[in-house]
């Protein structure tokens, strides 16, 4: 345990809503409690290339509605290598940095772990921004209750004009392993069909179940696809299935990264400022390697390692049963 003085803030990998809260919150945090906050533009990179600038509290003025990141984000395959890190934490010692705090998901962490362990004499403080949901430790990822919004209001939208057509939309959403996104936009939108990569799905199971809403007088279908199905995309998926379902004209919309931006909810506003006042006072306390997350609405703290090397992380099977069941 040692006191730190002055503390940098990063943002790394894929950009979530929600962010911008949780650096103003770490910004504020840290001035209230006497300490200096550099900022990191572009992740890893700006650390590799010496890419900081001083931070006050005016810095993070007007922030806490918008999207993205004011600090940017990169992906950066340099800060994988010893030399890459090596570099980094010379700038960071050069600038008399003694503790840092990585927003972003499981490759942040790997990155952010694994420099902690070279050099210790730099405490280290994870804070969980990925929109995927896919972190142990955190039961709400920061992020993530905005982009399932924007997916359901997407969605919403594309149930007038399916219902107006006689049609059958596959709609892709993002999720990568997890399908958190996909399960809840599901529910939420009345989905006949959510199909999750942590939940197997036959095509033929698919196409009677579709068949059987058609017998049942359904106007539309909705089917929800994770980006993660084992099946493909749901391009692939909509060619199998148009073989066999002929009584519906078939689209398929992909909504991409739109699910990324947009202004944070007030549930990420929230999360995003208690998780980084969280991260500035684990911190001070003395702590490194660990994670801030959200577990029964209390703060927890979890070590980095364990929140990338633990598989508990699954999607609620009362979730899963009800989308089913709902679907009739």
């Not at 001035?31 to 700006?46: A, S």
């Not at 909810?265 to 684990?282: E, T």
Request: aromatic content about 6%; some cysteine; proline content about 2%.
């Amino acid at each position: 345990m040692h006191k730190i003085s002055k503390l940098a803030v990063l943002t790394s990998g894929g950009d979530a809503p929600g962010m911008n809260p949780c650096i103003r919150s770490v910004v504020r945090t840290a001035i209230y409690n006497g300490l200096e906050v550099v900022g990191i533009r572009r992740g890893y990179q700006g650390l590799i290339e010496d890419d900081m600038y001083v931070m006050e509290a005016r810095s993070v003025s007007n922030i806490l509605n918008l999207g993205g990141t004011i600090l940017k984000t990169a992906r950066c395959l340099p800060f994988r290598t010893d030399e890459g890190m090596e570099t980094s934490y010379q700038n960071l010692k050069k600038r008399g940095v003694d503790a840092l705090v990585v927003i972003g998901g499981d490759g942040t962490f790997t990155g952010a772990l694994r420099f902690s362990q070279k050099y210790p004499d730099i405490a280290v403080m994870g804070v969980p921004g990925t929109i995927d949901n896919d972190l142990y430790g955190s039961t709400y990822t920061l992020g993530f209750d905005t982009a399932t919004n924007t997916v359901i209001e997407a969605i919403d939208k594309i149930r007038d004009t399916a219902d107006a057509h006689d049609r059958l939309f596959f709609i892709e959403v993002m999720g990568r392993d997890s399908g958190a996104i996909a399960l809840r936009a599901g529910i939420s939108c009345g989905a006949e069909a959510i199909l999750l990569p942590e939940k197997e799905m036959a095509i033929e199971n698919l196409i009677e179940n579709l068949k059987a809403g058609q017998y049942n007088k359904k106007s539309s279908s909705i089917v929800i696809v994770a980006e993660g199905d084992k099946h493909g995309g749901a391009y692939d998926i909509a060619k199998l299935v148009q073989k066999e379902v002929k009584f519906y004209d078939v689209k398929v919309t992909i909504l991409g990264h739109l699910q990324r931006g947009g202004s944070p909810s007030a549930f990420d506003r929230v999360l995003g400022s208690r998780l980084g006042f969280a991260a500035v006072n684990a911190l001070i306390s003395g702590k490194s390697q660990m994670m801030v997350g959200l577990q029964a609405n209390y703060i927890k703290l979890t070590s980095i390692e364990e929140a990338l090397n633990q598989h508990e992380f699954k999607l609620e099977e009362d979730l899963m049963q009800m989308a089913e069941i709902l679907s009739i």
